[in-house]
């Protein structure tokens, strides 16, 4: 909301009000309650998931993998932000290397305040069983399964 609409709103006798200048995409990223009837993918979004640096070992990666039962793992950089992914089979066949030199840049990612029924669809139709979930500003939320999803 603006500046001017929490003026607006206090001089209408409505208090107290925040002007939350991060938006509601920011809010609804970082989980706190909102009104409606929605289900949002951020509800549904795996927070504990392993994560990592470039510069990690794959071999550190790969055993980071196994140890969560399913992957991949998420690179990212000193401010969180996601940079790439990745998977068991890269990391397995990449010796001594870091991870770095087998991730996947430019991962797809969603944001946390999209309709779940609707994303678990489009993974669906494009053959996906996972999608990782971001704050606007790109740092990481988690992974979203359109299998955790109630039937």
Do not use: C, I
């Not at 909102?34 to 990592?52: I, K």
């Not at 779940?116 to 999608?131: E, I, N, Q, S």
């Amino acid at each position: 909301m603006s500046p001017r609409a929490a003026w607006r709103l206090e001089a209408a006798g409505f208090g107290p009000v925040y002007d939350y200048a991060a938006g509601k995409m920011d809010w609804l990223a970082a989980g706190l309650p909102f009104e409606g009837t929605a289900e949002l993918a951020g509800r549904f979004t795996r927070r504990g998931v392993a994560t990592v640096t470039e510069n990690t070992p794959a071999a550190e990666a790969l055993r980071m993998v196994d140890a969560q039962g399913f992957g991949p793992v998420l690179v990212l950089n000193q401010a969180g932000v996601v940079m790439g992914a990745a998977h068991r089979d890269s990391l397995a066949s990449a010796g001594d290397a870091k991870v770095g030199s087998v991730m996947r840049f430019g991962v797809s990612t969603v944001r946390p305040s999209e309709d779940a029924a609707a994303l678990a669809h489009r993974m669906g139709d494009a053959g996906v069983t996972r999608v990782v979930v971001t704050r606007p500003n790109g740092t990481l939320v988690g992974l979203f399964f359109a299998a955790d999803l109630p039937a």
